[in-house]
Nanobody, 119 residues
Framework: QLQLVESGGGLVQAGGSLRLSCAASGRTLSSCAVGWFRQAPGKEREFVAHIRWTDGSTYYTDSVRGRFTISRDYAKNTVYLQMNSLKPEDTAVYYC????????????WGQGTQVTVSS
């Protein structure tokens, strides 16, 4: 059973940076895509970015492209989300999730980590 644990959230001022980590255990991430999602209070969960484990290809939602970078570390079985130039509207609980690349539905989810950006 795949387990995901996020870390790295916190409180930061607008314009600052944070790096989130998503550590996977229990199985390999080969043939998987790892995504980051976020959910702000009173809003639906939204996609932020994903990375394909095998070839490293990435995709970002428009609102974070150029500010956020998703990456992976094979040795640590970990995916990172480097968040720069943070804005108050980036405040949310951030979740990582995993799906097989051949499927559209994310099957495994972490518990989430809170990111708060003050103005």
């Amino acid at each position: 059973q795949l387990q995901l644990v996020e870390s790295g959230g916190g409180l930061v001022q607008a314009g600052g940076s944070l790096r989130l980590s998503c550590a996977a255990s229990g199985r390999t991430l080969s043939s998987c895509a790892v995504g980051w999602f976020r959910q702000a209070p009173g809003k639906e969960r939204e996609f932020v970015a994903h990375i394909r484990w095998t070839d490293g290809s990435t995709y970002y939602t428009d609102s974070v492209r150029g500010r956020f970078t998703i990456s992976r570390d094979y040795a640590k079985n970990t995916v990172y989300l480097q968040m720069n130039s943070l804005k108050p509207e980036d405040t949310a609980v951030y979740y990582c999730a995993v799906r097989p690349v051949v499927r559209a539905t994310y099957e495994y989810w972490g518990q989430g980590t809170q990111v708060t950006v003050s103005s």
